[in-house]
């Protein structure tokens, strides 16, 4: 680490204010006008929120009652009609914005591509039209499974445009993960490509999907776009190319009004049970609540190039790749494929050859910049650059003070935005022209959002002590159920405070009420900016027939944020071996996606217990982080299993 790393360090508790000729361009330039809005935004919400929705959407009915709240059940802006696809395309056309970029794309092999938003509009009428055509209708569930091309965007567009519900799959996902995902919500339709560039390879996204089809009777079409040429079998009667229905389709298309609530889209996040939860959210609250963040939080204006490098098989690619992002008019910069290929240079080098002005990024990947070094951003001219954003895990320090010097040269604010797929929406972040930035500090709430840090009782903590960070008030852009299970949406989010949603994070308010993330503080793991359920992990390994017994926990990994660990006893005759270890990590990246592959496994004879049978993780996780084992075990059950644990490591 350089010295100059150390002082930025000791730094860390300085405020950075936007310099004044960005505060000066600002859409929110001052603390002041922040603190007013956001206290309407509080004092008087359902007013609020009633000027903004007629502000920020084009509804084509207006709503009766801006907020309809039975806890934990919200209805946001009822009676009210739009269509979304309408919002992020249509009302763009017979403005000069329709010649302007909406997407911008690049491929892995360095294909570019620019779809003006006349030219998007045309594409998602296409789509709309060959969806249709297949018998798709209102209500239908739709899986996508694509590369990061304009297509899956269009797609997504399409199945809004016609009231379809789209379930977005990450392409890094198993054959068993999509399996699993379809059957849960009964997707009718698939789409897909053959595949997608990575690294220089080719990810077989459509040999994933028909081994996934064996098993999902709900399955009647598939659509597939050609992208990598790789041949794929096609099934008479159920596969059909992308260029033979779409492209052949017509390029008009009228969209029709749908209700406020109608459900926009199902995205599959892992909890604390093995089984991921579909997170449901709906049309006009959650596309006022994407589009106002981005304006606000990014600042967009007209002039932007805007990237968020985030795939829109997470909720940041649907929120600020997508939605939020083209309801605002803005030029969206789409990247198909890996940070480092083919040399660690490849996003300054978007950055420099599309001018880009805005850059929207994990700390994952920003520290994995700081180690590949700074010659690689040195090599480009990163000038077009005017904010920075982080997301997906708490940022260190460190990364933060790189980002802002080495990426931002010194002069671009930096968002950290603090947000889940449940919150659909930025929740907490600075506003760049308004909020001075804390480097790790995510800082204050977003308008209208009520956010507290509580101790069991539900009572607030002092400033400066560690607590539950739980938000008090609905919000438009939030989750309106768990697909199919919504007993579990009360448990999981509204019981533990009810009436009162929890985020299942750890949380500490500063001296100037600034929010500082911890991270999760239930069973699951952010790795690399991904959430994994420690019992999806342990629940694929004991599928597999040598294992008895596993516990999957995190260990802090200086790229990753955290690293997968797990403890495995094995079955009775089963000997241990290298050779195991590599077959259990592959079992895992074929159950789960090569995302939830463990970065390490250890064999024990036995795991650690308490006198009723739990399996005490706590103990695993300092044992997994090479400390000693702290704190209480007289509830252990058998003292030596930890022993013979740490002797193994
Ligand atoms: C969890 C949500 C929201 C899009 C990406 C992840 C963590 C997210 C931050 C941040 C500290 C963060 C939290 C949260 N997280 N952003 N800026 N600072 N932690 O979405 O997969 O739903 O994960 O990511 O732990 O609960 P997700």
């Known amino acids: 680490m350089s010295s100059e790393n150390i002082t930025s360090v000791a730094r860390e508790s300085r405020k950075h204010t936007a310099p004044r000729d960005f505060q000066a361009q600002a859409n929110i330039g001052s603390f002041a006008r922040y603190r007013k809005l956001y206290a309407e935004s509080v004092n008087a919400p359902e007013k609020f929120w009633a000027e903004q929705a007629a502000e920020h959407l084009l509804w084509r009915s207006m709503w009766k009652k801006v907020l309809q709240w039975k806890a934990p059940h919200a209805k946001w802006f009822v009676g009210g009609k739009l269509n979304v696809a309408e919002n992020c395309l249509d009302r763009h056309l017979g403005t000069p914005r329709e010649n302007k970029a909406a997407i911008v794309f690049e491929g892995e092999p360095g294909d570019q591509r620019t779809l003006t938003y006349k030219q998007l509009h ?3 009428c296409r789509c709309a039209n060959a969806l249709e055509s297949l018998g798709l209708r209102k209500g239908d569930r739709v899986a996508i499974y694509m590369p990061m091309v304009p297509e899956a965007a269009v797609a997504m567009l399409a199945c809004a445009r016609i009231g379809a519900v789209h379930t977005v799959v990450f392409g890094g996902f198993s054959s068993e993960a999509i399996k699993d ?20 390879k080719i990810v077989e996204l459509k040999a994933n999907v028909d081994r996934a089809l064996e098993a999902t009777p709900s399955v009647e ?14 099934q008479t009667g159920r596969d059909v190319w992308w260029h033979d229905v779409v492209s052949r389709a017509s390029h008009r298309h009228k969209a029709k009004a749908f209700d406020a609530e109608t459900p926009l889209f199902i995205l599959y996040t892992s909890g604390s049970t093995g089984k991921p939860k579909g997170v449901l959210h709906t049309s006009g609250g959650y596309l006022l609540g994407t589009t106002m963040t981005a304006k606000y939080v990014f600042d967009l204006k007209e002039t932007d190039t805007y990237w968020c490098t985030a795939d829109v098989g997470w909720i940041t690619g649907h929120s600020y790749v997508v939605y939020g992002i083209l309801s605002n008019g803005a030029t969206s910069v789409v990247y198909e494929g890996a940070p480092n290929h083919p040399e660690p240079d490849r996003f300054w080098s978007i950055i420099d050859r599309h001018a880009v002005t805005i850059f929207y990024t994990a700390p994952t990947a920003i520290r994995a910049f700081m180690r590949w070094g700074d010659a690689y951003p040195k090599k480009h001219d990163l000038s077009s650059l005017r904010l920075l954003g982080s997301v997906g895990e708490p940022i260190n320090p460190e990364a933060w003070m790189w980002y802002f010097k080495t990426i931002g040269g010194g002069r671009c604010p930096i968002v950290d935005t603090w947000w889940q797929t449940e919150t659909g929406a930025i929740m907490i972040s600075p506003l760049p022209g308004a909020i001075p930035q804390k480097p790790g500090s995510a800082t204050l709430p977003f308008f209208g959002v009520v956010p507290k840090v509580v101790d069991d009782q539900g009572k607030e903590v002092p400033k400066n002590s560690g607590g539950k960070l739980v938000i008090t008030r609905p919000w438009p852009a939030m989750l309106r159920t768990l697909w199919g299970d919504d007993d579990r949406y009360t ?3 509204w019981s533990d405070y009810p009436g009162i949603y929890f ?9 100037d009420s600034y929010f500082w993330i911890v991270g999760r503080i239930d069973d699951v793991l952010n790795v690399s900016g991904h959430r994994i359920g420690t019992a999806e992990v342990e629940s694929a390994l004991v599928s597999h027939p040598s294992v008895a017994e596993a516990a999957a926990v995190g ?15 094995l079955k009775n005759g089963v000997e241990t071996s290298e050779a195991l270890k590599e077959t259990l990590r592959q079992h895992v990246a074929r159950e789960i996606g090569a995302l939830a592959r463990p970065d390490s496994i250890r064999f024990a004879a036995a795991l650690p217990k308490t006198r009723s049978g739990k399996i005490m993780r706590r103990l695993l996780k300092e044992i997994a982080a090479g400390g000693a084992v702290k704190g209480d075990t007289t509830t252990l059950e058998d003292f030596s299993v930890v022993a013979s644990l740490q002797s193994e490591g």
């Open 122 to 124: 045309q594409e998602v």
């Open 181 to 200: 995902r379809i059957n849960d919500c009964q997707a009718k339709a698939v789409i897909t490509a053959d595949g997608g560039w990575r690294r220089g």
């Open 221 to 234: 079409h598939v659509i597939v776009l050609e992208r990598t040429k790789n041949p794929v079998s096609m």
């Open 491 to 493: 448990r999981q989010y």
């Open 503 to 511: 985020t299942g994070d750890g949380c500490r308010r500063d001296s």
């Open 555 to 569: 260990r802090p990994d200086e790229l990753k944020g955290q690293a997968l660990v797990v403890f495995v006893t």
